[in-house]
Protein backbone atom coordinates (compact mmCIF):
# COMPACT_ATOMS: atom_id res chain seq x y z
CA UNK A 1 0.00 0.00 0.00
CA UNK A 2 1.40 3.37 -0.81
CA UNK A 3 1.04 5.34 1.89
CA UNK A 4 1.51 8.75 0.78
CA UNK A 5 -0.79 8.41 -2.13
CA UNK A 6 -3.45 7.04 0.11
CA UNK A 7 -2.35 10.60 2.28
CA UNK A 8 -2.65 12.35 -0.87
CA UNK A 9 -6.38 10.94 -1.73
CA UNK A 10 -7.46 11.26 1.71
CA UNK A 11 -6.37 14.79 2.61
CA UNK A 12 -8.13 16.03 -0.39
CA UNK A 13 -11.33 14.07 -0.04
CA UNK A 14 -14.72 15.14 0.77
CA UNK A 15 -16.04 13.20 3.91
CA UNK A 16 -17.89 11.27 1.27
CA UNK A 17 -15.24 10.60 -0.80
CA UNK A 18 -13.13 9.54 2.55
CA UNK A 19 -15.96 6.79 2.81
CA UNK A 20 -15.42 5.52 -0.27
CA UNK A 21 -11.44 5.62 -0.05
CA UNK A 22 -11.53 3.69 2.88
CA UNK A 23 -13.33 1.24 1.52
CA UNK A 24 -11.41 0.72 -1.61
CA UNK A 25 -8.48 0.40 0.48
CA UNK A 26 -9.98 -2.28 2.54
CA UNK A 27 -9.17 0.11 5.57
CA UNK A 28 -10.66 -0.51 9.02
CA UNK A 29 -11.71 2.54 11.13
CA UNK A 30 -10.91 2.04 14.77
CA UNK A 31 -10.93 5.77 16.07
CA UNK A 32 -11.05 9.68 14.87
CA UNK A 33 -8.98 12.09 16.89
CA UNK A 34 -9.07 16.31 16.54
CA UNK A 35 -6.81 16.23 13.55
CA UNK A 36 -6.72 12.59 12.64
CA UNK A 37 -8.11 9.53 11.67
CA UNK A 38 -7.13 5.50 12.91
CA UNK A 39 -7.44 2.78 10.74
CA UNK A 40 -6.53 -0.78 10.38
CA UNK A 41 -4.51 -2.06 7.89
CA UNK A 42 -5.66 -5.18 6.37
CA UNK A 43 -3.70 -8.03 6.15
CA UNK A 44 -1.56 -6.87 9.44
CA UNK A 45 -1.93 -5.92 12.82
CA UNK A 46 -0.98 -2.48 12.40
CA UNK A 47 -2.68 0.95 12.59
CA UNK A 48 -2.28 3.74 10.01
CA UNK A 49 -3.09 7.64 11.44
CA UNK A 50 -3.96 9.20 8.74
CA UNK A 51 -3.86 13.12 8.74
CA UNK A 52 -6.99 15.17 7.96
CA UNK A 53 -5.35 18.62 7.13
CA UNK A 54 -3.49 19.26 10.44
CA UNK A 55 -0.29 17.38 10.71
CA UNK A 56 0.82 17.95 14.25
CA UNK A 57 -0.09 14.90 15.93
CA UNK A 58 1.31 13.10 13.56
CA UNK A 59 4.66 15.38 13.98
CA UNK A 60 4.35 15.21 17.49
CA UNK A 61 4.32 11.41 17.98
CA UNK A 62 7.04 10.08 15.54
CA UNK A 63 9.20 13.21 17.00
CA UNK A 64 8.43 12.22 20.72
CA UNK A 65 9.17 8.23 19.42
CA UNK A 66 12.53 9.35 17.97
CA UNK A 67 13.71 11.27 20.88
CA UNK A 68 12.27 9.51 23.77
CA UNK A 69 15.24 7.84 26.16
CA UNK A 70 14.75 3.74 26.17
CA UNK A 71 12.81 3.86 29.58
CA UNK A 72 10.00 5.89 28.17
CA UNK A 73 10.01 4.12 25.01
CA UNK A 74 8.44 1.13 26.97
CA UNK A 75 5.53 2.66 27.99
CA UNK A 76 5.15 4.04 24.55
CA UNK A 77 3.47 1.96 21.49
CA UNK A 78 5.99 2.31 19.05
CA UNK A 79 5.98 4.43 15.88
CA UNK A 80 7.05 1.86 13.04
CA UNK A 81 7.28 4.48 10.08
CA UNK A 82 5.80 7.77 9.16
CA UNK A 83 5.83 9.75 6.30
CA UNK A 84 8.31 12.83 5.03
CA UNK A 85 5.59 15.41 5.60
CA UNK A 86 4.43 13.48 8.61
CA UNK A 87 0.41 12.94 7.12
CA UNK A 88 0.44 9.40 7.95
CA UNK A 89 2.32 7.55 10.33
CA UNK A 90 2.45 3.82 11.35
CA UNK A 91 2.30 1.95 14.40
CA UNK A 92 1.59 -1.97 15.86
CA UNK A 93 -2.08 -2.33 16.13
CA UNK A 94 -3.05 -2.24 20.60
CA UNK A 95 -5.65 -3.73 22.32
CA UNK A 96 -7.88 -0.79 24.30
CA UNK A 97 -7.37 -1.53 27.99
CA UNK A 98 -10.10 -1.32 30.40
CA UNK A 99 -10.89 2.04 31.73
CA UNK A 100 -9.80 1.53 35.29
CA UNK A 101 -7.95 3.79 37.44
CA UNK A 102 -4.84 1.27 38.00
CA UNK A 103 -3.88 1.38 34.18
CA UNK A 104 -4.13 5.49 34.59
CA UNK A 105 -1.44 5.53 37.30
CA UNK A 106 0.68 2.73 35.68
CA UNK A 107 1.51 4.61 33.03
CA UNK A 108 1.42 7.99 34.95
CA UNK A 109 3.62 6.16 37.13
CA UNK A 110 6.20 5.13 34.21
CA UNK A 111 6.14 8.42 32.59
CA UNK A 112 7.95 10.05 35.17
CA UNK A 113 6.39 13.99 34.76
CA UNK A 114 9.48 15.66 35.94
CA UNK A 115 11.34 14.75 33.12
CA UNK A 116 8.47 13.95 30.52
CA UNK A 117 5.15 15.33 30.16
CA UNK A 118 2.54 13.84 28.73
CA UNK A 119 -1.05 15.39 28.77
CA UNK A 120 -3.30 12.75 27.19
CA UNK A 121 -2.24 9.74 29.77
CA UNK A 122 -6.25 9.10 29.07
CA UNK A 123 -7.81 5.56 29.77
CA UNK A 124 -8.93 5.39 26.24
CA UNK A 125 -5.33 6.11 24.85
CA UNK A 126 -4.20 3.49 27.05
CA UNK A 127 -3.66 -0.17 25.78
CA UNK A 128 -2.01 -3.74 25.84
CA UNK A 129 0.68 -4.14 23.36
CA UNK A 130 2.84 -7.30 24.28
CA UNK A 131 1.82 -8.05 27.49
CA UNK A 132 2.61 -4.21 28.92
CA UNK A 133 0.51 -1.24 29.54
CA UNK A 134 1.25 1.08 26.80
CA UNK A 135 0.36 4.83 25.70
CA UNK A 136 -1.17 4.34 21.89
CA UNK A 137 -1.90 7.70 21.53
CA UNK A 138 0.84 10.79 22.56
CA UNK A 139 0.22 12.94 19.58
CA UNK A 140 -1.62 15.97 21.49
CA UNK A 141 1.09 16.76 24.00
CA UNK A 142 4.21 14.98 25.17
CA UNK A 143 7.57 15.79 24.96
CA UNK A 144 10.50 16.53 27.79
CA UNK A 145 9.29 18.80 30.71
CA UNK A 146 10.91 22.43 30.91
CA UNK A 147 10.71 23.17 26.92
CA UNK A 148 7.37 25.33 27.98
CA UNK A 149 5.39 23.23 25.46
CA UNK A 150 5.32 19.65 23.80
CA UNK A 151 7.38 19.15 20.10
Not at 126 to 151: A, E, F, H, R, T
Request: glycine share 10%; charged share 25%.
Amino acid sequence: MDFDALADQFEAATIGERVQIIENEGLTHIGSGSSREVFGIPGSEKVIKLSSGNIYQNRNEATVWESAPQDLKSSLLPVLSYGNDYRWLVMPKAEPAAPKPEHVRAIRDAIRPSEWNCKDKNPENIGWYQGKLVLMDYGSGCGPSGLGKPY
